[in-house]
């Protein structure tokens, strides 16, 4: 086993997934040779030859449109949108095509690409380069979307999109790129998608988060033990946006009886109010507080300093527990 951070997980998991099948091909803006913007696909093109690691002009809609004719021909395409920002002419082909597919030819060919994305907060980018937009992708029929934060989920969660016969986003946090290591398992492996990972037990409070605020989270939970050093908190990594773990979500709150969602994304419409819908229609005479969620604001996303005010961190995580572990009807 090797320690590694994020972004070597990645590379890790195209170089499994390449060396296991000739059909998987990595493309997309300075892919090839340089490796990508964050150094991803890194040492692939030297390796596997420039026909199956090469750069895209910069024209997302064109090459998404471009994996989905190598996906519907038996190819098995990786797409790097330089940012998820960025990425968004990419949607017509996304929503249009790519994830009506299966249904539009009635089985007869399907779209087994992934489309990897540089998302989120957190290194005070310029505009475009911060959005998390992951209920968007959440929202169509068709695709699957993830989200890891650890370097055994990316690894892991990238390969099984890869061998998934519909079209998977992998959706990755900037921040957590080379945030932390951890032991990652050499060679092939996969972590199932739709199941969600227990962090911790617990038994007054339900955390479900993602992505990068899965590392705030889990330090909120030690920071409020100088206040309520009796609660018992479980936490709750999704992993997976859609399909999302409704069984372990829905079990941990008819424990606890509280809830609060945790993600940087804007307030109104995201993946926090589904899962806070879906518990209420599922736990509501387990409940002993209000569904809350702790988000970001309903604004576009600041870029360079004005990002951290939007950002969702530990401290504003610590605010919102409290309120709900202090809530008496």
Known sequence: MAVINNIKA?????????????????????VGLEGGVFRATQGLQ??????????????????????????MNGMKPVVELQFQGLGLPALQNVIANISRMRNRSRGKWTAPMVIRMPMGGGIRALEHHSEAL???????PGIKTVMPSTPYDTKGLLLAAIESPDPVIVLEPTKLYRAFKQEVPDGYYTVAI???????????????????????????????????????IELIDLRSIQPWDKKMVIESVKKTGRLLVVS???????????I??????NCFDSLKAPLARCT???????????????????QKVVEAIKKVLDYKF
């Open 10 to 30: 990645v590379t890790e998991a195209l170089d499994v997934a390449m060396d296991r099948d000739k059909n998987v091909i990595v493309f997309g803006e300075d």
């Open 46 to 71: 030297q390796k596997y030859g420039i026909e199956r690691s090469f750069n895209a002009p910069i024209s997302e809609a064109m090459f998404a449109g471009v994996g989905l004719g190598m996906a």
């Open 134 to 140: 992951e209920a968007i992708f959440a929202h169509i």
């Open 194 to 232: 739709g199941e969600g990972y227990k962090i911790q037990e617990g038994n007054d409070l339900t955390i479900v988060t993602y992505g990068a605020q899965t590392v705030d989270c889990m330090k909120a939970v030690e920071m409020i033990k100088s206040t309520h050093p009796t609660a018992s």
């Open 264 to 274: 940087e994304a804007v307030r109104s419409f995201g993946v926090p109010a589904e």
């Open 276 to 281: 806070i819908a879906t518990v209420n229609e």
């Open 296 to 314: 970001g604001y309903d604004v576009v996303i600041p870029y360079d300093r004005g990002e951290g005010f939007h950002q969702v961190n530990p």
